[in-house]
Structure formats: structure tokens, C-alpha cells
């Protein structure tokens, strides 16, 4: 009997430092949210293990995937391109208190295309909202052929490709082309779920887009521009607001943030957020047109136990790991922006 009780109190002794992760155990984090923002995080969760043996699980399922895991605190942080609105921070409120944001990845949203033969095609957004809005239908319409001369379009129907779910791509893509076209403003206009009209395809995730236009000839859709490097598929050069043609990349990524970041942020949801920026449709003859920001967010109450671990890492993204932004196609932070975000996240409380 006392042999019995004695590998039973063993027993109990192993499973409770298991359940403890045992002494060495690296300490984990469990985040969610944006696919935007995964290619980064995933490179960063395995810089950080190795660097401070902490333990970085991102599960990538959409902006709304991040807001919603977080407001019912299923997750330590949630990502999201698109910041919280009054009635969603309202909802975090409720359930743990005020929500801080700060930006930790910035980049471009890649409009990708499946033309055989082509590999640069010129767009602007009011054409580009034309297509979303099934208005323009094929590739050799007179409005992409005036801004391609000579180019050879072919006649064959366009299939427009967006995201399904909540998505923060989505929200990016539509406030461009809200901003470019009175009539897209109106109907389906900015959002995370925009309603388009029949025959726009629907794809889960920033992969699933990707994967469809690389197999769709006709198709055209839009990702996270790491999503268009790492599947090799052709991108258009966008028309700007300065009226230059630019593609995605680092620098124009760059002269976007910079030009923005001089607007004062007097809309919802940017103006709820003390670091929160509308980078699309931005001035300047560099600037690439469709750029948004991933935010973190996370209550501004944390435990004690854990909340130092993930402020720590969130000031480690906004340092060190901004060095790996640029290899993934991403533009680094500016210094200003990561300095403020550092300082943000000293306002989190630890109880």
C-alpha cells in the first residue's frame, strides 16, 4: 500500500511540473491575428528563442482572429492592419480593460495578376476599383490599355480575387480604393469584410489569394507583398497620387510612412490611437500607394508573471527585430515611430 501511495505522490509530482513547464522550460507567449505581419513573426519567433529562449506561438488567421482571441483572452497579444474601432476597444474594455496598439511591422499590399506572357501591368486605384467593383471585366478594356500602350492585353475575362473572413489586408486595400473612387466609398467602401458584388472570388488568408492567382490565368487579387516574392507571382506597378508609376518596395514604402506620419490623424479608427496611421494614398512622387501598418495589441493590464515577458518581446520587435524587416520585404520602422511605440508600451502596468 505505502509503495502504492508513494508512486502515486511521484506521479502527482511529475505531472505538476510538467503542467509548470519544468524549471528550464522556455517561457511561451501565445499571439494571433494578421497574415500580413506572419512571414515577420515567424522569423522573429525563432530569432527570440534562440536569443532569449522565449517561446513565440503565432497562429495567423486574419485581423479579426486577433482583435476577437484577444478581447476574450485566449491569447497574450493580438495582431491586426487594421486598428480597433470605438466599438470593438469598447468590447476589450468590458472584458480587461483599456487596449494599448503599437505598430510593429509596416509594408506594402501588392496588387498580383496571372497574365501569360506579362509581367508588368500598370494600374491606378480608380481602375482598380473599377474591376472590384465588376464595372471593368476584361484585361483589354480601354482604361487598363490607355495606361499599358502596346502591351498586347489580351480578351479574357478578369477574375478579381479578395480575402474571406476579417480581414486587415482587406481593410488596407479598401480604404485605397475608397479614397481613389466616390463611387467604391459608398458601396462596399472600407472594411475588414467588405461586401463586393457578385463575381468577386473569396480566398481564406493572404496564402489562399496567392495560391489562386498563381493558378487562375485571368485572375488578380491582392496580398502582402512577402506573400507575392515567395510565390513568384507578377505585381503591378501602381500609379500614385503624385501621378508616378511605383512599385512595391522598402524605399516606397518608406516615402509613404514618411509623408503620412506629417497628417494629423482626425478619423476613425486612426484618431482612437495615439500611434496609429492611415498610410494608403499618400503623398509624394516615391510613395507607393497601398501601405498599412500590423499592430500589436494587448491590455495595459498584465500579470505579473507573464506581462513582462511579452512587453519585453514587443520591445525586442521594435529593435533588433526591425533589422530582419527589410530581407522579408517589409520597411523597417522609423526610428521615431519605434522610439514612441517603446515608450507606449511603458505605460503597460503589471498586477
Keep these: ?146 495606361l499599358n500602350p502596346g502591351l498586347g492585353l489580351p480578351d479574357k475575362p478578369i477574375t478579381p480575387t479578395a480575402r474571406s473572413g476579417s480581414s486587415g489586408t482587406s481593410a488596407i486595400f479598401t480604404e485605397y480604393l475608397s479614397k481613389r473612387s466616390p463611387e467604391f466609398a459608398k458601396t462596399p467602401g472600407t472594411s475588414k469584410e467588405p461586401k463586393f458584388p457578385e463575381g468577386v472570388e473569396k480566398k481564406p488568408e493572404n496564402n489562399g489569394v496567392a495560391e489562386f492567382v498563381k493558378a487562375t490565368s485571368g485572375a488578380v487579387g491582392y496580398v502582402e507583398l512577402a506573400f507575392a516574392k515567395s510565390n513568384d507571382i507578377a505585381y503591378a506597378t501602381m500609379i500614385n497620387k503624385a501621378g508616378k508609376p511605383v512599385k512595391p518596395d522598402p524605399a516606397s514604402v518608406t516615402s509613404a510612412v514618411d509623408e503620412a506620419m506629417k497628417v494629423k490623424q482626425d478619423k476613425e479608427p486612426y484618431s482612437l490611437h495615439p500611434l496609429a496611421y492611415s498610410f494608403t494614398d499618400a503623398a509624394g512622387d516615391g510613395s507607393y500607394p497601398i501601405v498599412g501598418a500590423s499592430y500589436a495589441m494587448l491590455f495595459k493590464k498584465q500579470p505579473k508573471d507573464k506581462g513582462p515577458v511579452i512587453v519585453e518581446f514587443l520591445k525586442w520587435a521594435m529593435s533588433d527585430g526591425q533589422k530582419s524587416a527589410a530581407e522579408l520585404h517589409y520597411a523597417p520602422l522609423p526610428a521615431e515611430l519605434a522610439k514612441k511605440a517603446q515608450e507606449l508600451l511603458g505605460s503597460v502596468t503589471f498586477e
Excluded at 476599383?129 to 484585361?139: E, F, H, Q, S, V
Design 1 to 146: 500500500m505505502r509503495r502504492l501511495l508513494v508512486l502515486g505522490s511521484f506521479a502527482a509530482l511529475v505531472a505538476l511540473v510538467s503542467g509548470c513547464g519544468g524549471k528550464n522550460a522556455a517561457p511561451r507567449i501565445s499571439a494571433g491575428g494578421a497574415t500580413f505581419v506572419d512571414p515577420l513573426i515567424q522569423k522573429w519567433s525563432g530569432d527570440y528563442k534562440a536569443a532569449k529562449n522565449v517561446e513565440i506561438d503565432y497562429v495567423a488567421k486574419g485581423s479579426g482572429y486577433g482583435i476577437s482571441n484577444l478581447t476574450s483572452r485566449n491569447i497574450d497579444f493580438g495582431c491586426s492592419d487594421a486598428p480597433m474601432n470605438a466599438k470593438e476597444l469598447a468590447k476589450a474594455k468590458e472584458a480587461g480593460g483599456d487596449v494599448v496598439h503599437v505598430p510593429v511591422a509596416i509594408g506594402a499590399v501588392a496588387v498580383i495578376f496571372n497574365l501569360d506572357g506579362i509581367k508588368d501591368l500598370k494600374l491606378t486605384g480608380e481602375v482598380l476599383a473599377d474591376i472590384y467593383l465588376r464595372k471593368i471585366t476584361k484585361w483589354n478594356d480601354a482604361k487598363i490599355a490607355a
